[in-house]
């Protein structure tokens, strides 16, 4: 199973790399190569990949990932004009809290600290699983030791912890 | 070049990169300087996405994908380095 | 001049604008940290609408003359704007995390739980 994963990712991105050889679509020598090589590096590489890696082929997960872009995409909205306020004043109260989380496996942690590292005022400096908290530099500290992730990352935990399942 | 407008603004960001030179040839700390090589590499992909529209050529947009993914990986060995070795 | 010349424009003027104020942060703020704050999230904003512009351009242009190679220029810079979304805010983790390691201090933190939590677990 981790073998057809590894295929299809590779496949799509040959096919999305290989548009518009023939006329707007692929011609057939393209569809064959990629045949090819997608095999030659799904067997290489499915020992790497793991077996949960097959819930990523689900597309109710595409859907949310979908449905996720335009909230990331504000929130990176506000964050640039966060950060353009504070390279004009030069106002800035840093420091580094730890933020406790409740997340379940490596993909929501993954997406969690992406997505804070890209918001407002946040960067994740390390994740730590084992005891179910992030730390991050906050460069406009309101609350030294926060009970929940909610004034670091707003609504990204639900996100995280929704899209990583 | 059929659109102009794509090579003008690369000389804008282009001005930008120079300036995150600047920070890698200064900045006092070896992590500064690792900080302005990752805006540099950012800043030259944006750089070489424009030229490739400037000068319609596709071929420089597959050399932007190429170079963000190396940078990347040049950006986690430095900082793997920085931190003491592979732990 | 046209519609789609002036959403060309916008999205142009976006990007340099972001990119800039990006390598702007990089002398502004006082550590590595905030630096990276500044120069991350700005270069990735700004990269984002170089890539719509791009894209803009090239569906105009495909609609114009129907040559697919503008097709493949538009999927293309779409391939390497999610790489660079993808590699961009975990490269910034790899060095905040490096910089923490290797000792260098948050300048004017009021607080640094990190640091608690490393003096805790050496002991």
Redo the contacts between chains.
Sequence with gaps: MPFMVAFVFAYV?WL??T???N??LWSTEELIAGLIFAGIIAYATKGVIGDESTRFLNPVRWVGFIAYAPVLFWG??K??LD??Y??IT?K???????VPVELENDAQYTIL??SI??TP?T????A?PEEKAL?V?W?N?TE??PESSEPVAGPFEKWARRLGR | MIAPEFFYATLVIMVGAFMALLRVLFGPSVPDRVVGVDTLNTLIVAGMVLLGAAYDRTIYIDIAIVYALLSYIGTLAIARYMQGGLK | MNTVDYVIYTFLAISMIFNLLGSIALHRFPDVYTRLHGATKTTTFGTIFAVLAVVVHAAYQLHETGNPKYLQMALHSVVALIALLLTNPTGAHAIAKAAHLSGYKPVRAIVDAYEEKRRGDGE
């Design positions: 991105t999305v790399l548009a518009g050889t006329g707007l990176m909205v964050a640039n950060v353009a504070r390279v030069g800035i109260n840093p420091g580094i809290v730890r600290s992406n590292t890209l005022g960067l994740t400096v390390d730590c730390y530099h460069i500290v030294p030791h």
